[in-house]
């Protein structure tokens, strides 16, 4: 049981690349989540997956964009990347879809963008 | 709007010695409450959450966390820290009326030995 499992561990990028972070879970988890960590802001929603089939924005999707591929798999994808999304991506689940539960994390994709 | 906020920055304690870190929130209804801790490197570890019930809550390593709803707080608790503990503390809180979790900005504590 992996848990929740998160790909590449660590990616430079160059203003204007695009790059896709890859994250599975295997808990059977409805709700599936992308955050970004700043330091000293905690961490903030970007997109969210109540169910297979469906996403939805949360505090910060610009630049953004989510696949949920199926029940385990949920993506996101910067197309254009910018300086401003140098930052670590934590992806989540948690059972149901109502947001009542914990969340699990991966363990984080350290981004930089020059 | 809704919020979650957590005073201080940083807490030092002395090995053996109680800790507390706080967090205070806004939100509509009856909130649901939850403490994370994140080590070095990694992604944050769910530590205990509040429903509803009794207004102590008891998580995983010792800690726990009392509930009071007149003061709209959520600190989290420990009788007797260990250096081991030293690590990223959140609190959160679900938003009403959406699936959303809000994270306060976190609050690194240092156990001294």
């Known amino acids: 049981n992996a848990g929740v499992t998160q790909t590449p561990k660590f990616q430079v990028l160059k203003t204007g690349q695009s790059m896709t972070l890859q994250c599975a879970q295997d808990?059977?988890?409805?709700?599936m989540y992308w955050y970004r960590q700043d330091p000293g802001m905690g961490l903030r929603l970007i997109y969210y997956?109540?169910?297979?089939?469906?996403?939805d924005k949360g505090e910060v999707p610009n630049g953004y964009n989510v696949s949920r591929l199926n029940k385990r798999e949920f993506s996101l994808r910067l197309e254009s990347a910018a300086p401003s999304q140098t930052s670590v991506y934590f992806c989540?689940?948690?059972?149901?879809?109502?947001?009542?539960?914990?969340?699990?994390f991966g363990p984080g994709t350290r981004l930089t963008v020059l | 709007a809704q919020s979650v906020a957590q005073p201080e920055d940083q807490v030092n304690v002395a090995e053996g010695n109680p800790l507390t870190v706080k967090c205070t929130y806004s939100?509509?209804?009856?909130?649901?409450l939850f403490w994370y801790v994140q080590y070095p490197n990694r992604g944050l570890q769910f530590l205990l959450k509040?429903?509803?019930?009794?207004?102590l809550v008891k998580g995983s390593y010792g800690f726990e966390a009392e509930f009071n709803k007149s003061q709209t707080s959520f600190h989290l608790k420990k009788p007797s820290a260990l250096v081991s503990d030293s690590a990223l503390y959140f609190c959160?809180?679900?938003?009403?009326?959406?699936?959303?979790?809000?994270f306060g900005a976190g609050t690194r504590l240092f156990v001294k030995a």
């Open positions: 989540a689940s948690s059972e149901g879809r109502g947001g009542f539960n914990e969340q699990f």
């Open positions: 808990m059977n988890h409805n709700s």
């Open positions: 997956s109540a169910s297979e089939g469906t996403t």
């Open positions: 939100v509509s209804g009856n909130p649901y």
């Open positions: 509040y429903i509803t019930g009794d207004n």
């Open positions: 959160a809180v679900r938003t009403t009326g959406g699936f959303k979790t809000i």
